[in-house]
Protein backbone atom coordinates (compact mmCIF):
# COMPACT_ATOMS: atom_id res chain seq x y z
CA UNK A 1 0.00 0.00 0.00
CA UNK A 2 2.69 2.44 0.88
CA UNK A 3 4.38 1.91 -2.65
CA UNK A 4 1.26 2.26 -4.36
CA UNK A 5 1.09 6.24 -2.44
CA UNK A 6 4.46 6.40 -3.43
CA UNK A 7 3.92 5.81 -7.05
CA UNK A 8 0.78 7.96 -6.76
CA UNK A 9 2.63 10.97 -5.37
CA UNK A 10 5.40 11.00 -7.53
CA UNK A 11 3.66 10.29 -10.70
CA UNK A 12 1.34 13.32 -9.79
CA UNK A 13 3.86 15.27 -8.71
CA UNK A 14 5.93 14.99 -12.03
CA UNK A 15 2.31 15.78 -13.61
CA UNK A 16 2.19 19.60 -11.83
CA UNK A 17 5.82 20.11 -11.95
CA UNK A 18 5.94 20.00 -16.23
CA UNK A 19 2.15 22.00 -16.04
CA UNK A 20 3.94 24.60 -13.73
CA UNK A 21 7.24 25.28 -15.96
CA UNK A 22 5.17 25.27 -19.17
CA UNK A 23 3.46 28.19 -17.02
CA UNK A 24 7.18 29.90 -16.79
CA UNK A 25 8.27 28.91 -20.43
CA UNK A 26 5.94 27.16 -22.92
CA UNK A 27 9.23 26.04 -25.26
CA UNK A 28 10.58 24.21 -22.36
CA UNK A 29 6.96 23.00 -20.76
CA UNK A 30 6.60 21.29 -24.13
CA UNK A 31 10.02 19.70 -24.16
CA UNK A 32 10.33 18.41 -20.87
CA UNK A 33 5.97 17.20 -21.75
CA UNK A 34 7.33 15.31 -25.52
CA UNK A 35 9.64 13.12 -23.90
CA UNK A 36 8.88 10.05 -22.58
CA UNK A 37 9.15 10.75 -19.12
CA UNK A 38 5.64 8.51 -17.99
CA UNK A 39 6.66 5.90 -20.28
CA UNK A 40 9.75 5.60 -18.28
CA UNK A 41 8.35 6.34 -14.86
CA UNK A 42 5.82 3.66 -15.59
CA UNK A 43 8.10 0.98 -17.33
CA UNK A 44 10.17 1.39 -13.37
CA UNK A 45 6.91 0.58 -11.70
CA UNK A 46 6.19 -1.87 -13.46
CA UNK A 47 9.85 -3.35 -12.88
CA UNK A 48 9.65 -2.72 -8.80
CA UNK A 49 6.09 -4.55 -9.62
CA UNK A 50 7.78 -7.89 -10.86
CA UNK A 51 6.48 -7.49 -14.62
CA UNK A 52 8.64 -9.57 -16.68
CA UNK A 53 10.97 -8.46 -19.23
CA UNK A 54 8.28 -9.37 -21.84
CA UNK A 55 5.45 -7.52 -20.00
CA UNK A 56 7.49 -4.38 -19.93
CA UNK A 57 8.91 -4.71 -23.52
CA UNK A 58 5.38 -5.37 -24.85
CA UNK A 59 4.39 -2.23 -22.96
CA UNK A 60 6.96 -0.71 -24.24
CA UNK A 61 5.64 -1.76 -28.39
CA UNK A 62 2.60 -0.48 -27.72
CA UNK A 63 3.51 2.43 -26.53
CA UNK A 64 5.29 3.31 -29.64
CA UNK A 65 2.52 1.87 -31.70
CA UNK A 66 -0.09 4.03 -29.91
CA UNK A 67 1.87 7.28 -30.41
CA UNK A 68 0.84 7.55 -34.13
CA UNK A 69 -2.58 7.95 -33.51
CA UNK A 70 -2.23 11.28 -31.41
CA UNK A 71 -0.18 12.86 -34.02
CA UNK A 72 -3.39 14.75 -35.47
CA UNK A 73 -4.37 15.91 -32.26
CA UNK A 74 -1.48 17.93 -32.04
CA UNK A 75 -1.69 19.31 -35.92
CA UNK A 76 -5.22 19.71 -35.30
CA UNK A 77 -5.71 21.42 -31.60
CA UNK A 78 -3.69 24.60 -32.21
CA UNK A 79 -5.71 25.67 -34.96
CA UNK A 80 -8.92 24.99 -33.54
CA UNK A 81 -8.31 26.68 -30.38
CA UNK A 82 -8.19 29.66 -32.10
CA UNK A 83 -11.17 29.73 -34.18
CA UNK A 84 -13.38 27.56 -31.30
CA UNK A 85 -12.05 28.44 -28.08
CA UNK A 86 -10.32 25.87 -25.53
CA UNK A 87 -12.98 23.68 -24.46
CA UNK A 88 -13.76 22.92 -28.13
CA UNK A 89 -10.77 22.47 -29.66
CA UNK A 90 -10.08 20.10 -26.20
CA UNK A 91 -13.24 17.91 -26.98
CA UNK A 92 -12.06 18.09 -31.44
CA UNK A 93 -9.17 16.64 -30.18
CA UNK A 94 -10.43 13.92 -27.78
CA UNK A 95 -13.07 12.67 -30.65
CA UNK A 96 -9.89 12.79 -33.11
CA UNK A 97 -7.80 10.91 -30.96
CA UNK A 98 -9.88 7.97 -30.60
CA UNK A 99 -11.39 7.96 -34.49
CA UNK A 100 -8.06 7.94 -34.88
CA UNK A 101 -7.49 5.14 -32.03
CA UNK A 102 -10.59 3.47 -33.61
CA UNK A 103 -9.26 3.30 -37.09
CA UNK A 104 -5.10 1.87 -35.94
CA UNK A 105 -7.57 -0.53 -33.80
CA UNK A 106 -9.02 -2.07 -37.30
CA UNK A 107 -6.12 -2.19 -39.48
CA UNK A 108 -3.93 -3.83 -36.82
CA UNK A 109 -6.83 -6.15 -35.43
CA UNK A 110 -6.05 -5.63 -31.27
Request: glycine residues 4%; charged residues 10%; hydrophobic residues 60%.
Amino acid sequence: MIFLLIKIIMTAGLIVLISEIAKVNDKLGGLIAAMPIMTLLVILWMYYDGNSDEKISSHISYTLLYIVPTIPMFLIFPFVISKFGFYMAFLISILITVISVTILNFFIKI
